[in-house]
């Protein structure tokens, strides 16, 4: 059923996690590993088979955005992934401007296989950088140079991809401000430049390698005055190329940020699918089980951890989640979709932070001097409060 048939149709995004990977990078705590081919084709089978087994309860939504995630999506042969797009198709109502992305790593990519991928619908590419400077991949374990992530790039716009993504990391074992600055610029300088860079820092999980050298004081990293000055400096050099921060860790150029992304943010109803993939529909969360064996066999029988979300928890949902986005959360929204406004919830939390610098009311592009809470009204962090994110965000856990 492809196709906008019905735009009245409330809205769903698909996610589809492919937790393959050529190597697992030191810093790596994904559901995610190296295998064989065979393994490969099997978990693209079951995938096709938990989509087509899923359809029928979601026949009422239109797929607004699809993104291919993982792992490394593109280590998987490029006919499969077309052939998921295509059955894909069949199953679900794909809106005709549905973004589609999907994960690339530099080092499994070439000319041909983007080719593929751009034939099969998908418009979206996301290339996992991270660094320019390749003794800073090696620490981290990455598979490609900077000299392939050029090449990589080369191809895709070869390829005709005009929506492209580069990540990038900060606070990277033994990387000073010159080197995280160079990275940026590197990516600026380029031919025809990303329409959107991820700029996130390095997160030490624990059970990884690089958590391992650092508990055992082997790892050299950036203090963490460092580390906010890469962070505020890395957003003063997009700004000054036409990049604006939508978001903690995210920038676009204008029309070009990522609205998959965007949608978990503003709690739009998602649909995962795969080992360990997330979904939320209608306030209700659930996520499929990691075991690999397992899901192969009952691809129709993995999920799991099914909560349905209270009043209280969509709220805290709506502030967490909301203030992530620079634009932050709508008054009006809050009031449409809980009957009340959220000074009568949260005014104290509210006002508490705009004292400290942390929040601000707006309404267009414009400072509220006063306080109203009236349908116009928007809830956002400030430059300093988007510096002490998690702290401001934890305080809306009722």
């Known amino acids: 059923m492809p196709g906008d048939r019905n735009t009245h149709m409330k809205e769903l995004e698909l996610y589809f996690h492919i937790p ?8 790596c705590d994904f559901l995610s590993a190296p295998a064989g081919e065979d393994i490969k084709q099997r978990y693209m089978e079951a995938l096709l088979t938990e989509m087509a087994g899923s359809a029928l309860a979601y026949r009422d939504y239109r797929v607004i955005s699809v993104f291919l995630g993982g792992g490394t999506p593109s280590t998987v042969q490029a006919g499969q992934i077309a052939g998921l797009m295509q059955e894909m198709g069949k199953y679900y109502s794909l809106a005709g401007d549905a973004e589609v992305t999907i994960e690339v790593n530099p080092g499994t990519v070439t000319e041909e296989s983007l080719a593929v991928f751009r034939k099969a619908g998908i418009g979206r590419l996301s290339i996992g950088l991270q ?11 990455r598979i490609h140079s900077w000299e392939q992530f050029t090449d990589a790039f080369a191809a895709a716009r070869k390829a005709g991809f005009d929506n492209i ?9 033994g990387q000073t401000l010159e080197s995280c600055k160079n990275t940026i610029e590197k990516v600026l300088s380029l031919a025809d430049p990303p329409e959107h860079i991820s700029a996130y820092s390095l997160i030490l999980e624990e059970g990884t390698p690089l958590y391992e050298r650092y508990r055992e004081g082997k790892l050299e990293l950036p203090d ?14 997009l700004a000054r190329k036409g990049y604006h921060r939508y ?16 949608g978990y943010w503003r709690r739009k109803n998602y649909l995962g699918f795969g080992i360990g993939a997330a979904s939320m529909v209608e306030n209700v969360r659930f996520k499929n089980g990691a075991d690999l064996d397992a899901y192969l066999k009952h691809p129709l029988e993995c999920r ?25 959360v709508s008054c009006g929204e809050f009031r449409r979709l809980f009957g009340c406004g959220p000074e009568e919830i949260y005014g104290n939390v509210i006002r508490k932070n705009i004292c400290d ?3 601000k009311l707006t309404r267009g592009r ?24 998690n702290y401001v965000m934890q305080m809306f856990l009722l």
């Open 20 to 27: 393959f990977c050529v190597r697992k990078c030191l810093y």
């Open 131 to 141: 660094s320019a400077d390749d003794r800073e991949l090696a620490a981290l374990g």
């Open 165 to 173: 993504n580069v990540d990038v990391m900060g606070a990277l074992p």
């Open 224 to 237: 963490e005055d460092t580390e906010r000055i890469m962070y505020q400096e890395t957003g003063r050099l």
């Open 247 to 262: 978001e903690i860790s995210n920038y676009a150029k204008e029309g070009f940020e990522c609205r998959h992304n965007t």
């Open 304 to 328: 799991e951890e099914i909560q349905r979300l209270s009043r209280q928890e969509q709220m805290e949902e709506f502030f967490f989640l909301g203030l992530r986005m620079t634009e932050g």
């Open 357 to 359: 610098g942390l929040l």
């Open 366 to 389: 414009e400072n509220l001097p006063g306080e109203s809470f009236d349908d116009g009204t928007w809830i956002s962090l400030t430059d300093r409060g988007l510096d002490l994110s």
